[in-house]
């Protein structure tokens, strides 16, 4: 039997294996199993097992539902018998799911659905499932890293109420650990707040690796479903993925009762906590003033680069982040660095009726290592930091109960 990161053809026809993918969009009806709309636009995971004998089982979860279907996979009769290609027909009731697997390349598993009259609706993927110490075809010396710093950049959530203006958000963040066997665990927060959590395992399709899951706030209300990017230790980081955000109606949600939805990016990189004496945001020299803070709201007018606040501080050699007199905005940030995550505080100014408030922010640092494709080693490396806070709109500016701010942080060089 092959290893479960091959659907190659062995002299017995062996396609056995394991794969897994990320759906965030299926067709209408397509299913037996009864999926209610709203369910169905927050997207699946999707995991398939074959055995040596072509044997299928398909496993589709949804947010609320589990559809299980089997088949089996036989050769294309019209394929040459080098290049075989392997094909099942699942019978659903719209008119089929059908399925193709790939002797050759990666290994991928396309599903096809189509309608009633046979033509092609939807296509989706499943990638063959991978341990984290399993050296990859492409590149023997390729490891995937253990574990990673996430962020979960977005260009702002639609509304589903059309009447509504799309929603500004700061960025979201997490921490993914890859055990040896590739099972995956993610936790963090979306960039209203909410905590979420999730997993999956690590599959080698398309470059980068990736890990397709399904990230729940504990409600249930709110998903993220897609494939959050996974590190390996040849090219360095940081590398992208993508997902689905769905936000369920709720009268006390803090950034859209009436819900909404947005395609939010994933970008992880590989983190080693810094040695002593080094600083966690690669590339900050010493120096009185060495790093540099942002801080950006869609309800305050921006007066640089980034946002509405814009400051330099000293990252001392113990991480620590020192302010200059007179910090009339109350900046504090802590950096935690055996976790490569940041927590802080700034004074907002309001315009009256409403004072002056403190509000805290948080994140994670992202640190940036290319890599030499040759030697291995770094040939660059800068460290940066973003997250987010929430805090009450100016008055007069947006109609939410709470907006959500960005938060950046970079070495500063003179």
Do not use: C
């Amino acid at each position: 039997m092959l290893a479960a990161s091959s659907l190659s053809l062995a002299q017995d026809q062996d396609i056995s294996g394991s794969a897994h993918g990320a759906f965030t969009e299926l067709p209408n009806g397509a299913f037996s199993t009864p999926i209610s709309a709203e369910e169905n636009r927050r997207g699946a995971i999707g995991r398939m097992e074959i055995t040596p004998s072509g044997a299928l089982s398909l496993t589709i979860r949804f947010a609320d539902h589990v559809h299980h279907q089997t088949g089996v996979f036989t050769v294309d009769e019209n394929s040459p018998p080098d290049d075989p290609l392997y094909v099942a027909d699942l019978g659903e009731t719209s008119g089929g799911l059908y399925l193709k697997a790939y002797r050759d390349g990666t290994g991928e598993i396309a599903l096809e659905w189509r309608d009633g009259d046979g033509n092609y609706v939807y296509a989706g993927f499943l990638m063959p499932a991978i341990s984290r110490d399993e050296p990859l075809a492409t590149e023997p010396s390729t490891k995937p890293e253990a574990y990673s710093t996430v962020t979960l950049p977005t260009d702002g959530l639609t509304p589903d109420d059309p009447s509504k203006p799309q929603v500004q958000t700061g960025a979201g963040y997490g921490i993914l650990l890859i055990s040896t066997s590739g099972a995956s665990v993610f936790a963090g927060a979306l960039p209203d707040g909410q905590s979420v959590t999730g997993g999956g395992q690590l599959v080698n399709g398309s470059w980068p690796l990736n890990v397709p899951m399904m990230l729940r706030t504990s409600s249930g209300r709110d998903t993220a479903t897609g494939h959050v990017a996974a590190v390996d230790n040849f090219l360095g980081g940081p590398v992208d993925g993508f997902m689905l955000w769905v936000k369920g109606a709720s009268p006390h949600d803090p950034l859209l009762p009436s819900g909404g939805q947005t395609y939010i990016g994933t970008r992880t990189a590989a983190y080693t906590p810094p040695a002593r004496g080094e600083r966690i945001l690669l590339g900050s020299q010493g120096g009185p003033l060495n790093a540099r803070i942002w801080l950006r709201s869609p309800d305050r007018p921006e007066t640089n680069d980034y946002g509405f606040l814009e400051k330099l501080f000293t990252l001392t050699s113990g991480n620590q982040a020192v302010f200059p007199a007179p910090n009339t905005d109350k900046l504090q940030v802590n950096f935690l660095p055996t976790l490569g995550l940041f927590t802080g505080k700034v004074k907002l100014s309001y315009i009256p009726p409403l004072q002056s408030k403190t509000v805290h922010f948080s994140g994670v640092v992202l640190q940036h290592r290319y890599l030499d494709p040759v030697s291995g080693e770094p040939y660059f490396e800068e460290g940066e930091a973003k997250g987010f806070f929430l805090a009450e709109p100016q008055p007069g500016t947006l109609d939410v109960p709470k907006v959500s701010g960005g938060v950046r942080m970079a070495p500063y060089y003179e």
